[in-house]
Structures are given as structure tokens and as C-alpha cells.
């Protein structure tokens, strides 16, 4: 009996242990797609209750709570989840739910989602610093630096056989009107990294007319759509813009769709590998670059 009672009360204590653990973990929500993404790369997937509707990549955050598109929060689905801090970029919102989830106690950490390494590595280090982690938020960062040079070498080398192909990004919505990436933007900084010129010279995003797809007369088209992919995605596009199948893009099938999710929350981890698939698109008579795949660890 005496051993019985002993073996319980290890078992509780054991129990008692891990129900404390468990209770201390901090309680993250995630909002914006690259942002979720570098959380977990810099070892914080545990902390996550919820993410928002473009944090997809991984899957496995697929399986979290969703608590909406990152522009459009609502504070009650974000409180039932309890969490202790709300991560997002300058681009979460709208701010008066921002304001109501401070006044419930939930700190509120905004950071940059500008097109540049500056805000890159501004991001990771206060991602490094809530985990307690910062030697690591560097090393993804100076990981990151180096297969963007890797790519940069690439691009060189192939604009020393071939000039820069003129490129159109749109933004589009199951065949709507789709808008296209200007400057500042980073569709724009997507395009010249991976070696191309940027036919959208206004600033922002911007809807464009036939005539003025046709005046443009693009060699390539890069296609984020926000509901459909791959090739329902060009079908839908070309469908309901008949412009853009009399532009060199157009005749040569030069469409290349990619996830919109890419473009969210800043510069992710998933992007040097984009751009090495999309300067391929841009260059096809020059050898495939391979930066890895993979993630800064």
C-alpha cells in the first residue's frame, strides 16, 4: 500500500510538473504570412494558438485557430484564443481592435513590412529577443544576406548574355481586374531581384487598362492570384483581361503564377527560393541557380 501511494504521488507530481509547463508556455496569435513563417524557423511554432488567414506555410499552421485576414481582426476571436502577445506587421489592423486587445491586457508587438533587408533583420531580431533567442535571429539573418548575393551573382551573370526582360507582377482575384505592382512595393523589389525591369512605374499598386496593357507589351507576367492557382489561375486571368494575350507575354505563355502568400508580412524565408525559380522564368537560356531551398535555420 505504502508503494502504491508513493508511485501516485510521483505520477501526480510528474503531472502536477507538466500542467505548470504547460500553463507558462506563452500564448502567441501571428498575423501576416511571412512573419508566422519566420516565428517558426526561429524555433517558436509551440507558442502559436492562432494565426491569420495568410500564415499557410508551414502547414502545420493550418491546423491553428484562425483569427481572419491581417487587415481585418477582430478582437473576440483573438481574445478567446487568450493569448499573451499579438505578433503582425505595420500592415495588421485595423487599429481600433489593436487599441481594444491593449486594453485587454494582450501586448501588441508591430513589425516593419517594408521591402529591405534594414527591416528584415529589424523584425528577426525583436522575433530572436520575444524568444530569447537572438544568436539564432542572426544567424538566419546573415544566412538569409548570403543567398541573396548568391542569387544577385546569378542575375549577373545571365544579363551578361541577355538584356533584362520588361516584367508586369499583377495582383489578382479570380480573374478580376488585377493591379499592378509599382515602385515601392514588393512585387517591385521581387522583380529586380530576380533580374528583371519593372514595366509599372507608379507608385504602389495600381489597376491598368487594356490600352495600357497592351502599350507596356510586357515579355513576362508575374501572377498572384488570391483565390486560384496555377493554371485555373492564367485561365481565369487571360479570360477576363483578352489584353494580355496580344503582349509578348501573352503570345510566348510566359505567365508565371506564384503564392500570394509571399507577399505578405515582409520579406520571408520562402522567397530566395522564389526568386531563383522566377529568374529562371526570366532567363531560360542560363543555368538553373541553386541557393538552398531551404530556410535560414
Request: proline residues 7%; charged residues 15%.
Amino acid at each position: 500500500m505504502k508503494l502504491s501511494n508513493k508511485v501516485l504521488a510521483i505520477a501526480a507530481g510528474l503531472f502536477s510538473s507538466a500542467w505548470l509547463q504547460a500553463a507558462e508556455t506563452p500564448r502567441w496569435v501571428s498575423a501576416g504570412g511571412s512573419l508566422s513563417e519566420w516565428v517558426v524557423v526561429l524555433g517558436g511554432e509551440s507558442r502559436l494558438v492562432g494565426v491569420d488567414s495568410t500564415s499557410r506555410h508551414p502547414a502545420s499552421l493550418t491546423n491553428l485557430a484562425n483569427v481572419g485576414y491581417q487587415r481585418a481582426l477582430a478582437a473576440e476571436g483573438i481574445l478567446s484564443l487568450r493569448p499573451d502577445l499579438l505578433l503582425g506587421s505595420e500592415e495588421m489592423g485595423p487599429p481600433p481592435v489593436l487599441e481594444q486587445l491593449r486594453g485587454a491586457g494582450v501586448k501588441i508587438a508591430v513589425l516593419p513590412a517594408r521591402a529591405d533587408l534594414n527591416s528584415l533583420h529589424s523584425s528577426l531580431q525583436q522575433i530572436g529577443d520575444l524568444l530569447g533567442d537572438r544568436a539564432k535571429a542572426e544567424q538566419a539573418f546573415t544566412q538569409y544576406q548570403a543567398q541573396l548575393s548568391e542569387q544577385a551573382q546569378w542575375v549577373k551573370a545571365a544579363q551578361a548574355k541577355q538584356p533584362a526582360p520588361g516584367v508586369l507582377f499583377l495582383i489578382g482575384h479570380a480573374g478580376g481586374s488585377p493591379m499592378a505592382g509599382g515602385k515601392n512595393t514588393l512585387a517591385d523589389w521581387i522583380i529586380s531581384q530576380a533580374g528583371g525591369r519593372n514595366l509599372a512605374t507608379q507608385a504602389d499598386y495600381k489597376v491598368l487598362s487594356t490600352e495600357a496593357l497592351i502599350a507596356l507589351d510586357p515579355e513576362v507576367v508575374v501572377l498572384a492570384d488570391r483565390q486560384l492557382q496555377g493554371e485555373a489561375a492564367r485561365a481565369a486571368l487571360l479570360k477576363q483581361n483578352p489584353a494580355l494575350a496580344q503582349t509578348r507575354a501573352g503570345r510566348s505563355g510566359r505567365l508565371w503564377v506564384i503564392d500570394p502568400t509571399l507577399l505578405i508580412g515582409g520579406l520571408g524565408p520562402r522567397l530566395p527560393a522564389a526568386l531563383s525559380d522566377l529568374a529562371q522564368v526570366f532567363y531560360p537560356s542560363s543555368k538553373p541557380s541553386a541557393p538552398s531551398a531551404k530556410p535560414a535555420p
